[in-house]
Structure formats: C-alpha cells, structure tokens
Nanobody, 122 residues
Framework: QVQLVESGGGLVQAGGSLRLSCAVS????????MDWFRQAPGREREFVAA????????YYADSVKGRFTISRDNAKNTVYLQMNNLKPEDTAVYYC???????????????WGQGTQVTVSS
C-alpha cells in the first residue's frame, strides 16, 4: 500500500520560506510524475505544482508561479516543494500525491497522506 508522508510545514512570517518534503513508501516514484496540492480552511483542495518523472518538466498554479519550486530525488523516493516569498493566502495544509496522468482532480485520487500545515502570518 502506498504511503505518503508530508513534512516541513510550520509557522512563518510573510515573505519567509519553507521547504516541504514528501516521502513515498510502498512504490517507487521514479517512473511517475508527482504533484503537490493544498487545502485552505473552508476551501476545496487545489493543485499547486507538478513535476515529471525525470524532473525535466515542472508545472505550477498561477498563484505560486515564480515563488514555489518543485523538485524530486528519485533515489530517496522523495519530492520537495521549496516555497519562497510566502503570503498569508498560502496558508493551507499541503499534500503530495502520485500524478494521475494529468488528471489532477483531487476527488479522483484514491489515497492521501496526512498533509503538513503551513501557516503564514502577516
């Protein structure tokens, strides 16, 4: 069974940075694209970023483009999200997942990790 363990969240002031990690067990991710999502209180879970299996291609939501960077280490079966210039509207629980071939509708994913809380104060 696939397990996704997100970590690295915390409380940071606006303009600060955090680096999130997602450790995957139960399957190798080296042949899979990977995604990051987030869910703010009272809002739907939304796509944040994706990275191809090789790391050669990345995709970002407009709201984070230029501030967030997704990366991966296939040897460690881990995906990262570097978040810079954080804003209060980035406050959310952040989740990773194995990409579903470009279908990034959150309700279509079969499993999720516990997520990691990111809180940005103004």
């Amino acid at each position: 069974q696939v397990q996704l363990v997100e970590s690295g969240g915390g409380l940071v002031q606006a303009g600060g940075s955090l680096r999130l990690s997602c450790a995957v067990s139960g399957r190798f991710i080296r042949n899979s694209a990977m995604d990051w999502f987030r869910q703010a209180p009272g809002r739907e879970r939304e796509f944040v970023a994706a990275i191809s299996w090789s790391g050669g291609s990345t995709y970002y939501a407009d709201s984070v483009k230029g501030r967030f960077t997704i990366s991966r280490d296939n040897a460690k079966n881990t995906v990262y999200l570097q978040m810079n210039n954080l804003k209060p509207e980035d406050t959310a629980v952040y989740y990773c997942n194995v990409d579903r071939g470009g279908d990034r509708t959150p309700s279509h994913y079969d499993y999720w990790g516990q997520g990691t809380q990111v809180t940005v104060s103004s």
